[in-house]
């Protein structure tokens, strides 16, 4: 089925045709017709799937459709992170470009000021993170109630986030009578329950299941002593001539410190993770695009939502605690049809992860020793806390107290989200008090 036989405009279909797009994507050709028909959406679709333009496409047409009474947002697209907001904001600038649409993006870790004046000369879209929109609605700045059409983008991902509280407050700020879609890669309890109070006999569309990218893509480990960890990328990356390979840490020194150590390497490198600012990170995705940075080393948040196309190599220097978050690290390589490969550096004291990783598979994933870099005798095979001083953990702390620091946190090991995006502690706490992890918000 060609886009044209979708019904969107010929504004759109020229957008559309000027990103090099032949065909929609089951998911564009799913959401597309049934947002268009004005039907509440649920959505199951991952990153990689185009599921952004297939809510993007259909939103610019309805709002093009109906003519602006007033002067308020009349769609309002929510993300978990400002670098989701930022691409879905691109897209829709990208696929909006023919029309007179006004669109903005809100998120923490810039000025409130710009978009304050944005907001006061008026405009038709916002995509924002929830933080960020709760504090211009507290400061007045915004008018919500004029939302004809809500968008939770990864919802799921917003709700591991711990944004529930904040995304209800949303919604009581958004008129009854509106067009909602939600779209999540994974279904879970929490999911349905919030679909089943937002949506109105929704139209549910399911792309693809939650493995796929798994299945798609080829995956190695290779066994290693922890200490050998970065020894073994530098002679990957070189002997394989890899020109772009994304590296995943667990933590955000383990990345800055895996980046300098590929520098002294002779790779280029450059880490991504939420204590840099805005225009680090972008600057730093910029440099990995263009091929300028070899390695570009990300914690699983700052990499949640990177539009970064058909990248050949994913690299788990650390395996995630979190069985689906190393499906999602994977489902970053063979994007839109081509392969990638998925190494994972594995360490004695990972084993218990990995397999906990091949129960989500449902397989065992293909073991490779290289040579020279064998786990020795002496390493441990079960997840202890390690004694020798020289395999320190990647958070730069010293065996046996770290693993536990890390875990106090959060007890799903990966980054609290207030040190990930850089802002202060204390923001966000009166309106999440005693909310646990809700306390902890993206962007605000
Ligand atoms: P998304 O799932 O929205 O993150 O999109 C994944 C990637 O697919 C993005 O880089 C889009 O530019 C690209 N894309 C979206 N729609 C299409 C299409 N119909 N054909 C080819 N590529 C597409």
Redesign the pocket.
Known sequence: MPFSALGLSAELLRAVAA?G?T???PI?SQAIPAVLSRRDVLAGAQ???????AFTLPMLQILTQSTARHRLPRALVLTPTRELAAQVGESVRVYGQHLSLRSMQIFGGVGMGPQTSALKRGVDIVVATPGRLLDHASQGNIDLSGIELFVLDEADRMLDMGFIHDIRRVIKLIPRERQTLLFSATYSREIEQLAKGLLKNPEQIEVARRNTAAERVDQIVHPVAREHKRDLLSHLIRKGEWQQVLVFTRTKHGANRLAQQLERDGITAAAIHGNKSQGARTRALAEFKSGAVRALVATDIAARGL?I?RLPHVVNFELPNVPEDYVHRIGRTG??GSDGVAVSLVSGDERGLLAGIERVLGRRIEQQRIDGFEITEREPVVDAPRRNGASQAPGGARSGAPRKHHARSRSDGREPVAARDGAPHHRGRGRNAGGGAGRHRQGA
């Open positions: 990103q797009y065909t929609p994507t564009q990153t990689g799937t185009g599921k952004t333009a539009d196309d994007r839109a």
